[in-house]
């Protein structure tokens, strides 16, 4: 592997460009590259993925100017090729990764990365970081499910991690842009993909872990197993943060060369938390023994933020500074994004939570905080063409932590959504079955749930989150969650 990687360095001096296809869980190249690329020389790796093999593309590639194929597999020439390389490795997915790496020069090590993985809660640090460092006076980078950045700067994203190629090429613009940190999402599919095995990170954060993605990793055990790859392989110079209240914390670090630093609430820890008081709107913290005021909510957001104060401590900012910073961060958007149209009336919250712990999570908090005889209606769905065994988990967490559950569509895809509600419904007991409402149409279910709310009452649409969106078999429909909810709001309440 590594004798065909030397031999790429010199193929790379003539490679205009770089492009790849092979998996439905890498987003797949564009082979079709413009005009102006067809005259250049391009490099093509031939993933050999789940869905798609690369490898039946490279006639197409070929076409379209690439000079070198890299591939597992032996080379498959005509005679009048000869001028093609073809450069046979071990690991395709991890030649991409390197590859991009030395194609865009390696724009890793020239700023401070930092990533962050878990089940919950990874788009909320890492844009609670951005939003930091951008405050502090810092040119910042982000990659995240709600949306890429390089510094004040908007950059298109379709999945939680991207791409290899993609992933160093918007590394290399942010180093062109000046950015000082970049703070991104890493996935589990993104490990187990090798999407980010050639980048150099200064630091790693570690959330929680609960059941979520068993539709590719089949075992929770294997899931687990993906994400401590990342701490596995995080550099001796690097810092490993890690939930100490998460069980599975410890697990992350038993391997890792990188500096271990803690974090937690409830347990010791390096950098430690109290919630002091919360309500629907703000939330009192001690940290480290100093006080701070914030609009964000929650006590999973008590996690988030302290994760935030650490990092940026651990980064070297002073931690007043980080604290001060810190009071002035905004809510995420579809993370408990509030939604309220009329003072002392019905409140909404729309938030991304899709697992079952992180719907009990978010269900709880919001119980806790309803005042007088308020009652908290969730609305919520399960995606289709994912983890079936998941459904009865999520219609579980939603119904015991509500008054009032509402089921429906979430995204679903290529199955029909009767069938996924009936997975949901399938171990639903009858004492929470009573509560509990079945409607397949989503913009359905939110008008019922608002038509359902009294003035007291909470309302939370969960798992989509920021999505604008709803796959319906092959095709993105308009659909957000915060509008239908804000929209039915204001009709309830004949406000304009």
């Not at 095995?197 to 059941?211: K, S």
Request: hydrophobic share 40%; aromatic share 8%.
């Amino acid at each position: 592997m590594d004798n065909d990687m030397m031999k790429l360095g010199d193929l790379l001096r003539h490679i205009d460009f770089l492009s790849f296809t092979g998996d439905r869980d890498v987003e797949i190249a564009n082979i079709q590259v413009d005009s102006r690329k067809i005259e250049k020389q391009g490099l093509f790796i031939a993933v050999k993925g789940t869905d798609l093999d690369g490898n039946q593309y490279i006639p197409d590639a070929l076409s379209q100017g690439a000079i070198c194929i890299v591939s597992e597999f032996d080379p498959v020439l005509n005679p009048d090729e000869d001028h093609i390389s073809w450069v046979k490795v071990a690991n395709d997915r991890l030649a991409a990764s390197r590859l991009a790496e030395a194609f865009y020069d390696y724009p890793s090590r020239k700023l401070k990365l930092i990533g962050v993985t878990g089940t919950n809660g990874k788009s909320t640090i890492v844009n609670f970081l951005y939003q930091l460092f951008e405050n502090l006076g810092f040119k910042t980078g982000l990659f995240s499910t709600i949306g890429n950045r390089i510094h004040n700067k908007a950059i298109g994203a379709t999945l939680t991690t991207p791409d290899p190629v993609s992933l160093s090429r918007s590394l290399a613009e942010m180093v062109n842009e000046g950015c000082d940190y970049v703070f991104m999402e890493v996935s589990s599919h993104a490990l187990a993909q090798e999407r980010i095995a050639a980048l150099e990170f200064d630091g790693g954060v570690f959330t929680n872990i609960t059941r979520d993605h068993l539709d590719y990793h089949h075992t929770f055990a294997d899931y687990i197993k993906t994400k401590k790859i990342f701490f596995d392989n995080l550099p001796q110079n690097a810092f490993a943060l890690l939930n100490s209240d998460d069980r599975t914390g410890r697990v992350m670090g038993q391997n890792t060369t990188a500096r271990k630093v803690t974090y937690g609430v409830k347990g010791m820890a390096d950098y430690k938390a109290q919630i002091l008081e919360y309500d629907l709107n703000s939330m009192l913290l001690e940290i480290d023994g100093q006080e701070i005021y914030t609009t964000i909510t929650g006590e999973f957001n008590a996690y988030n933020l302290l994760a935030t104060y650490s990092v940026g401590c651990l980064l070297g900012v002073e931690a007043r500074e980080v604290l001060r910073v810190l009071s002035a961060i905004k809510e995420i958007p579809g993370r408990l994004e509030k939604v309220k149209v009329v003072e002392g009336k019905a409140i909404g919250f729309v938030d991304y939570a899709h697992t079952p712990d992180a719907v009990e999570k978010v269900g709880s908090t919001l119980k806790k905080l309803i005042q007088g005889d308020g009652r908290l209606i969730i609305v919520l769905g399960c995606g289709g063409d994912r983890d079936k065994t998941k459904r009865p988990l999520m219609a579980s967490a939603a119904a015991s932590n509500s008054d009032i559950a509402i089921l429906t569509s979430d995204n679903p895809r290529n199955e029909d959504p009767e069938e996924i509600l009936v997975d949901m419904l399938s171990q639903l007991p009858p004492h929470l079955l009573a509560h509990t409402f079945k409607v397949k149409d989503r913009k359905e279910a939110i008008r019922m749930a608002v038509s359902m709310a009294a003035d007291k009452d909470v309302i939370l649409v969960a798992g989509k989150g920021h999505e604008t969106y709803q796959i319906v078999k092959e095709r993105k429909l308009p659909f957000d969650d915060r509008v239908v909810l804000h929209e039915a709001l204001k009709e309830k309440y004949k406000t304009h």
